[in-house]
Each structure stands twice: as C-alpha cells, then as structure tokens.
C-alpha cells in the first residue's frame, strides 16, 4: 500500500452525514422549529379568517381572506393604549438594565479588590429568583413604600432588577476581554475613569450591550404577572390587553388571533433584526 493511499483521509459514506450534520439532527431541528414556529404561523393565518371559517376547518387556510379582523384591533383605541405603556415600560427597563448593568459589570471585570469574586456570585444566584419568588414583597414595596402603584416607574423598575443578574453575567466577559494597554494609553493621555468608561469601555462593548438591552426588551415586553399585581385600568399592557381582549370577546376567536398576533410583531421584529449581533454578543461572552 502506498504512502499516499495510507495518508489520505477516509471519505465518509454519503448516508453517514447529511449537508455536514446527521439526518437525525436535522430531523429533531425540524420538529422543534415547527412546534416553535407553528403555533405562531397558526395564529398570524387565523386572523385573517372568520369565525366561521375556522370552526368549519380548523387547520385549513383563509378562503377568502379576511382583513377586518386586523382593521378592527387597529382601529381600537385601547390597542395602541396598551402598544404605549408596553413600549415607554420596556424601553425604561431597558435603558435602566443597561446602565446600571454596565456599570456593575465594569468594576467586577477590569478592578482587583478583595471580595470580587463573593460579590459576582450574588449576581450569579440572583438568575435563580425569578420575580414570581419575590411578587408579594414587590407589590407591597411598590404600591406602599416608594407610591409607584399604577405607574409605568412602578414595573419598569423591578424589571430592571430582575433582569440585571443576566446582564451582569453577559458583560463581564466581554469587559475583561479588553486589553489593560487601552486603559493605560488614556490614563497617560490624561483622561479620568469616567471618560475612559464613557468614550472608550462603553463603544467596545457594544455588541454586549445589544445583547442584553434587547433580552430586556423582549423580556418587558412579554412580562403578564407583575403588570397584572400593579397596574389598572389605563395604564395596562399589551399582555393584560391580550387578556381583557380575549375575556370581551371570547366568542370572536378570529379576532382574539389577531389581537394576539399584532401584540408579538414588535418584539418578534426586533428580535429578528438583531438576532445576529445578539449570537455574536452571547458567543463574546462565552469566549470571554
């Protein structure tokens, strides 16, 4: 047998593998996507079907279609009431969660000082308290002690905490990755510790900071059991909307479709559009 026949690599049979990855993987992929995704495609598509239609075939497509069911949520007042206090709540828990994530992460990641490390843990346990743990103490510190019942400040605020163990753990990685040479240079250029976070920590972390500013949205966005203890009347989110919508219509399930499926397209967008810096940002603080 020759050399070049002994150092050539096996080439694998064409059933073995399939695109790079075995058919069962893209199997078992396949069905998830479609447990993911189906539901949602089921709920977009019936919305632009009648009543009638889906109690004649449940699983069959728009024939014809039907645009009214949309138009109506559109048309509603109380929609973009509830799409507005969905949005200011979100965007001031992410704002919040980013700052003072940031600004935790920092010290923890690039200062050496006794107590570091016992420090980062708390964060690290703080991922095993979800705010359902944790709702009665909240609504009785919110409405009683600090007077944000029914206010937007009132959610957004423990959101923000809840969510900073995460961004904490996603941010220190991507701040000690850093070199030490670039706090060095500005130190020698004169600059202070708040200049160096802001005009240079804070530019170089920026794929961390889509990251988890956009989990923090999404995750605002969907919150149901904190809006549900704290707020009222006008001042009530998409999810609640959702709720109130199906509970007055529970007869026109077409149209509860089509409230639902509006209700996620903005959080779904965002989602997508920055699907891949949010990869690339969870890969950086893997790396990290």
Do not use: C
């Not at 004169?190 to 804070?202: A, D």
């Not at 149901?224 to 998409?238: E, G, H, K, N, S």
């Amino acid at each position: 047998m020759s050399d070049a026949s002994l150092g050539a690599p096996k080439r694998r049979g064409r059933g073995s593998t399939f695109g790079g990855g075995s058919p069962l993987v893209y199997l078992i992929a396949l069905i998830v996507v479609a447990i993911t995704v189906g539901p949602v495609i089921y709920g977009a598509m019936g919305g632009f079907r009648t009543n009638a239609q889906l109690a004649d075939k449940p699983a069959g497509l728009p024939d014809p279609w039907v645009f009214g069911n949309y138009k109506h949520v559109l048309t509603t007042s109380s929609f973009w009431r509830y799409a507005l206090n969905s949005t200011v709540i979100a965007a001031i828990t992410t704002a919040v969660t980013v700052l003072f994530g940031v600004m935790a992460a920092y010290p923890l990641a690039r200062y050496e000082f006794k107590g570091r490390e016992p420090l980062f843990l708390v964060f690290v346990l703080g991922l095993l308290f979800p705010a359902a743990v944790a709702i009665i103490p909240l609504f009785i510190i919110v409405t009683r002690d600090l007077s944000l019942g029914n206010s937007w400040w009132g959610v957004a605020l423990p959101q923000a905490a809840f969510a900073l163990p995460m961004t904490v753990v996603i941010l220190r990685p991507f701040l000690m990755a850093l070199p030490k040479e670039l706090e060095e240079a500005a130190m020698i250029d004169g600059s202070s510790r708040v200049g160096l976070f802001w005009r240079i920590i804070l530019p170089l972390t920026t794929p961390g900071l889509i990251t988890v500013g956009v989990l923090a949205f999404v995750g605002s966005w969907n919150a149901y059991l904190l809006p549900l203890l704290l707020l009222q009347d006008d001042m009530r989110t998409l999810p609640l909307g959702v709720a109130d919508f199906s509970t007055e219509h529970s007869s026109d399930t077409a149209g509860v479709l089509a409230f639902t499926t509006i209700a996620m397209i903005p959080a779904l967008i965002l989602f997508l559009a920055l699907q891949r810096r949010i990869v690339s940002g969870l890969q950086g603080a893997v790396k990290g």
